[in-house]
């Protein structure tokens, strides 16, 4: 089967794309020294993740606990969940915990205090806020050393160590020194904390960075045991904004029917759940080529359900491929992903959804 | 199981609020001797279709095959696929127009020359612009009465009329004479062209308008025989800015967990997944309530893939309910929707989801 064949829309990786990038990441992580957990949240697919760990070490990153337990089903030992655990989920995530190495986040007081509480063996991570100011402790306020005492202290926990997630990264558009700038802002903020809790005698074995932004750029992480970037493996225009992929990286893609062209607009059948509503730069919801790889005069400028608004006229244009925004959500909006090579489908995956 | 012991984040829908919703556009139909052929994309699920279709009429909208085959194989056997056809998906659609009424939509020369040449039996729409400028061909145009006659001409095409939406009544808000409008303009679009047609000798049978906001407004639809909202069902505070309903009216809400409180910045584990990225009139990612209805003081002012990013603090705040700004988009991220009355879930139900 070729591409022009599948029914749109549809989101198609290419598998080429998808390998080199999965490589370069992970010639990345041994070049500077530090273990790959990618994060898998941007696929949701064990195939993809395979990909993504060559070496020995088989740590994955993910946003859900449907992810956890799926990725767990595929042979997924060492995952660890990048999301403050919320207490109700707690007696699943421990229960999970007792059939493999899951590692949750605690950033705040009343989290590890249930966790202190419920007296069940998990492995936790101290979520630590380096700039984004989502989600994360302040790494100079002395109650983040007691937080981190707190965890230590009960014997059930195994604190692995920090993390942290440079997200304010992405808003570094055109601006490689202040991408640069965070990603050092992201390593620092985690290494000194790391560093005043060894002199605290409160020391621990990992120090976990990462977005892709931050990743791609940085050149020293000493004092850095391991990095969580996900996008990198499709990649997309957001990235390509940031400047830390080409166009030709970028992997992940919908295919779409032209489904009227009306006096310099057309219509796509691609909406808001196949490209998402994510507004990326700014600049439109997706670049369009056609099916051989070239780039089309078309702006993607809006999106309902079902509907792409475009602007353009190209006479009997039938199909088109979008490069979207952000693939993480494109692809989880997706029930199948199809994998091709060049212009033949190979093979085709489901993301796990739900939470 | 009460809502509150329902897994976050999680979509649930109020079946009291969608019952009173559905009896509401119902009856309103009725008043105006108009059809009702809901639009069922808001939900994607043939339950709530029926509430929806309580008279001997149970034609339904949508908007992808995907519905269309679902909705066929749960009882429903007059649709309307309210999408210009894509000509991929032609064969398709033609082998399910051989076992329910399947009615497709056409508005380029293009379409109809594929359909005639398929010699395919079909009942098929004239898709009218009625100033939204996205899809359908424009009424005043000769060429448009010339398309009508092309497909009248093919025996195998069985025209059932002409239809349209006002898909830019979604941007009157705080407008409702604006509003007003629009709801005459989609009227007297599709009965001055249908007048017209008939004038020409190519008379036909339905003249069908629709959307949330237009038939929520108009008071007179003389010359329309049937309309096509959706929304309507659950609402959302979309609509709530157009002036179309009032919150007690929005039946679809998502249940979110705090994960996280920091220094007036609090975190819910509804991201971009659970609500979508829709920026509704630009005031946020949706409004908090507490889980007995109490609105609280929290902007949920961004959303990454798994997180919530609100402004405001309530100590001891521990689930909430996110009203949201489209609740189409939302149910159809979800799974499961969970069916509620009053505090007791007394169901749950899954959206079918691709295309």
Redesign the interface.
């Known amino acids: 089967m070729r591409i022009h064949d599948l ?4 989101a198609v990786m290419d598998l080429d794309v998808v390998e080199r990038n999965a490589e370069a990441m992970a010639a990345k992580a041994d070049a500077l020294g530090v273990r790959l957990r990618p994060h898998v ?1 941007t696929h949701k697919i064990p195939h993809v993740a395979r990909l993504q760990t060559p070496g020995p070490f088989k740590g994955i990153t993910v ?2 606990l449907a992810e956890a337990h799926h990725f767990a089903k595929h042979g997924f030992t060492d995952i660890t969940w990048a ?7 707690l007696a ?1 995530a421990a229960e999970l915990a007792e059939r493999i190495d899951l590692g949750v986040l605690v ?2 007081p ?2 590890a205090a249930r966790l202190v509480e419920a007296r069940r063996p998990m492995r936790v991570w101290l979520k630590i ?1 380096c700039g984004y ?6 790494p100079t306020d002395p109650a983040s050393m007691d937080l981190l005492r707190t965890l230590m202290e009960a014997d059930h926990l195994d604190v692995r160590g920090v993390l942290t997630h440079a ?1 304010h990264s992405y808003g570094c558009k055109d601006d490689p020194e202040g991408l640069l700038a965070i990603a050092r802002q992201e390593r620092d903020a985690v290494v000194d904390f790391a560093a005043r809790a060894d002199h605290a005698g409160l020391g621990f074995r990992h120090v976990s960075v990462g977005s892709t932004p931050t990743c791609s750029v940085i050149d020293d992480l000493t004092g850095v045991t391991e990095i969580r970037p996900g996008n990198y493996v499709f990649f997309d225009l957001h990235q390509l904004g940031l400047g830390v992929c080409a166009v030709e990286d970028i992997a992940l893609s919908v295919v779409a ?1 032209v ?5 310099g ?1 057309m ?1 796509l ?1 691609c909406g ?3 490209l ?4 990326g730069h700014g600049e439109g919801y997706g670049r369009v080529f056609d099916l051989d790889g070239e780039e089309l005069p078309i702006a993607l400028h ?1 999106l ?4 792409g ?1 475009a602007k353009g006229y190209v006479p009997g244009l ?2 088109v491929r979008v490069l979207p925004n952000h693939s ?2 494109v692809a ?5 992903i199809y994998g091709v090579r060049g212009d033949e489908v190979v093979g085709q995956w489901a993301p796990v ?3």
Chains 1, 2 share one sequence.
Do not use: F, Y
Request: hydrophobic share 30%.
């Open positions: 029914p749109t829309p549809c949240k946003s859900t999301l403050p655990l919320p207490p109700s989920r699943e950033d705040t009343a989290t806020d100011h989502r989600a994360g402790v302040d997200g029917s489904i009227g062209q009306h006096m607009r219509v059948d808001a759940l196949a998402s509503k994510d507004p809006g309902s359900q079902e509907h608004l039938e199909k993480c959500l989880a909006l997706h029930p199948v959804r739900g939470w």
